[in-house]
């Protein structure tokens, strides 16, 4: 079925998986910055309960920080353990080639620049429909704990 990434070559891989583990690195050290803010800002007097609580607080930590970064972290490691598939670098609606210039600006492609360019395209045809869809889907991301 799905053709295989062989546009890329090994040192192009290795570069964009550096890249997503960059990119990986700078939101969770983003994530641990808002953590300690959290935990000094509302635990100051529970302090047997931090432990407990540190993976709640991570996941409010982050909610507040910011969903769309949340979202983009998950598409990071989605891309991290596909990177050294095949399949990585392939166009998710068309089965082409993603280009390199195009996974180096953006290592979480999933969509070749014309599949892209058609979604979009859509998108804004569909502006209302997408919309309702898409608030529904933040809602529920972002659900109180
Ligand atoms: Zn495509």
């Known amino acids: 079925m799905a053709r295989l990434n062989k546009h890329l070559t090994k040192p192009h891989l ?34 047997d309960e931090v432990d407990a609580a540190n993976d709640n607080i991570l996941l409010a930590a982050d909610m507040r920080f910011s969903n769309r970064e949340a979202l983009y972290y998950k598409k990071v490691l989605k891309s991290l353990a596909k990177v050294d598939s095949e399949q990585y670098g392939m166009c998710d609606d068309c089965g082409g080639e993603i280009s390199f210039t195009r996974l180096l600006a953006r290592p979480t492609s999933e969509m070749c620049i014309i599949c892209k360019e058609e979604s979009e395209r859509e998108e804004s045809q569909n502006y209302h429909d997408r919309r309702s869809k898409s608030l529904g889907r933040e809602m529920t991301v972002s659900a109180p704990l």
């Open 14 to 47: 290795a570069a964009l998986k550096e890249k997503l583990h960059a990119e990986a690195e700078r939101i969770r050290s983003n994530f641990t910055v808002k953590k300690a803010e959290y935990e000094s800002a509302t635990l100051a007097g529970a302090k």
